[in-house]
């Protein structure tokens, strides 16, 4: 995107480019933790999903002063992102979900804000009463 101001003499140009990537895979059948897959009606098959994404991002934004031929980086940053989640069915009442982010952010003006990063981690159970 490009604006022009008449006043100042100068063109701010603004870009932004996201790249995205997914990818799951399941497995059937996967006895962990001594689970049993039941019989008759109470048969579980014990799947395990699991799930990997990546995301990367680039903002920036540049101003160009036309009457001093002057370009300066204004604002922008990098992003990266990676996730990680499985999830397993250990019986038809009780599922195990397990998580893994990490975040990092790159300013591109260094007077802005300083480069972050995070990592989040955990483990979920949910028992469920009634099926």
Same mark, same amino acid.
């Given at each position: ?33 001594? !689970?049993?897959?039941?019989?008759? +009606? /109470? ?8 799930? &990997?994404? *990546?995301? %990367? ?21 990098? !992003?990266?992102?990676?996730?990680? +989640? /499985? ?8 599922? &195990?979900? *397990?998580? %893994? ?31």
């Amino acid at each position: 995107m490009l604006t022009l101001s008449t006043t100042a003499v100068q063109v701010v140009e603004s870009s932004s480019d996201d790249i995205t990537a997914g990818a799951g895979y399941k497995i059937t059948g996967v006895k962990l933790f001594g !689970a049993k897959g039941g019989t008759g +009606s /109470a048969k579980v098959s014990n799947d395990l999903n699991m799930n &990997l994404d *990546f995301s %990367y991002r680039n903002q920036n934004a540049v101003c160009r002063n036309l009457r001093e031929a002057t370009t300066q980086a204004t604002s922008g940053n990098r !992003a990266v992102k990676v996730s990680f +989640s /499985a999830d397993y069915t250990y019986s038809r009442m009780l599922t &195990l979900n *397990f998580y %893994y982010d990490y975040q990092s952010n790159f300013p591109l003006v260094s007077t802005a804000s300083y480069p972050t990063s995070t990592h989040d981690a955990g483990m979920t159970l949910k028992f469920t009463l009634t099926r």
